[in-house]
């Protein structure tokens, strides 16, 4: 059962009407996702460091902030992944909306999309996304696969189409806001992919907040354009305030005629380190209010405690070792290591206490609303 803000099939079904929207008949299906056969990928022309954009050393997991987008799938790749994503039983169960993003699509890869499913969980793409991140990752877990964020007129020259709940009109004042405000996200690295024609947008672009450390960033910000179909952004997000500027098509520039905003679709996947004892400074806050509770934090847990369950082992073998070591069943140099167990142990303490935060009780969540993902961030404010 969804808990948060799901769009009834009535709303969905009343938007198409009134646009006069259909959803066009799939295209041809080339069998399971096949990494030779859709991944497209070149490395991107530039990789921007956390010291590029003046940020300190120990701020994120990599020293990687942000590429420049980069060709990742096909383009029938992507006509396949719009395919599973726009169809009916996605839009009728798996719709959200929040104060964030006015239309979003999450939670169905596993249960509907089985070729965008397998094409983010296929060690290919993973080992690509990790390449450019510069550190090993793994897909944060199976709901954040492949969430899409809608914000778009219907376009008939595209092969699918699909309504969204509110359609405004452009206009000046709208036109210099941003689809999303500044925010860090709740996980440690983002793979956004375009699904949409942009060759006629301009704008759209990722504006990252630079820090002065070093003198690297100067204070000032940082804007990563927007990328065309099938071409992707890696992003350290946790770590780097940014936020999404509005696509505009062309012709609304000056001198142009008036026109819609256009058909804006992007695909967004999250990723965290592979390796259980690198720090993960996941949190839920801008997903909470858009998931189905019970899933995410069944989701969010398992792989918290699958980390602790690791780490233990690691532990318990070092102490073997160690005992080990002496031959006789004796410890040996026991203050050294009563000072790495208690470290250890705080450290685990630390964890199980963040990861038990992160489960709010369903009461206290306010469905739609993300309050607290624009927040300061101390790794953050203190640049
Ligand atoms: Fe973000």
Redesign the pocket.
């Known amino acids: 059962m969804a808990t948060a803000t799901t769009l009834s099939p009535s709303i969905i079904t009343s938007n198409a009407e009134s646009t006069n929207l259909e959803v066009n008949p799939p295209t041809t299906n080339d069998g399971p996702f096949n990494p030779k056969k859709h991944l497209a990928f070149a490395p991107p022309a530039r990789i921007y460091t956390m010291a590029d954009i003046g940020l300190p050393p120990d701020v994120g997991v990599s020293p990687v902030a942000v590429s420049e987008p980069f060709p990742l799938f096909t383009r029938e790749a992507v006509m396949r992944m719009r395919d599973e994503a726009l169809a009916g039983p996605v839009l009728e169960n798996c719709q959200y909306s929040s104060s964030l993003a006015q239309s979003q699509l999450r939670g169905y890869a596993d249960k509907y999309a089985p070729f965008i499913y397998a094409a983010w969980k296929h060690p290919t793409t993973v080992d690509i996304i990790s390449r450019v991140a510069g550190i090993d990752l793994a897909v944060q877990f199976d709901l954040e696969i492949g969430h899409i964020n809608l914000s778009r007129k219907p376009d008939n020259n595209n092969n699918n189409t699909v309504a969204t709940p509110s359609q405004q009109p452009s206009s000046c004042s709208r036109d210099n806001e941003p689809i999303?405000g500044w925010?860090?996200?709740s996980y440690p690295f983002?793979c956004v992919v375009m699904l949409s024609e942009c060759s006629g947008m301009v704008g759209g672009e990722?504006e990252l907040r630079m820090g002065s450390h070093g003198g690297g960033g100067g204070g000032g910000t940082l804007k990563i354009r927007s990328p065309q179909m099938g071409h992707a952004v890696v992003?350290q997000?946790r770590y780097i305030t940014?936020?999404?500027l509005r696509a505009l098509p062309l012709a609304s520039l000056p001198g142009g005629s008036d026109s819609e905003e256009p058909e804006r679709i992007t695909m967004?996947t999250s990723f965290r380190p592979r390796d259980p004892h690198v720090r993960d400074d996941t949190v839920l806050t801008?997903v909470r209010p858009v998931s189905d509770l019970g899933e995410l934090y069944a989701q969010f847990a398992a792989y918290r405690l699958e980390m602790l369950a690791a780490r233990i082992q690691t532990q318990l073998a070092e102490l073997r070792s160690s005992t080990d070591a002496t031959g006789k069943g004796e410890r040996t140099r026991m203050g050294v290591e009563a000072r790495r167990l208690k470290e250890f142990l705080r450290e685990q303490r630390d964890f199980l206490e963040r990861t038990e935060r992160e489960i709010v009780d369903e009461q206290e969540v306010v469905k739609g609303v993300d309050t607290d993902s624009v927040r300061s961030d101390p790794s953050i404010d203190s640049m």
Do not use: K, Q, S
Request: charged share 15%; aromatic share 0%; proline share 0%.
């Open positions: 999303v925010h860090t996200d983002v990722t992003l997000g940014h936020r999404a967004v801008t």
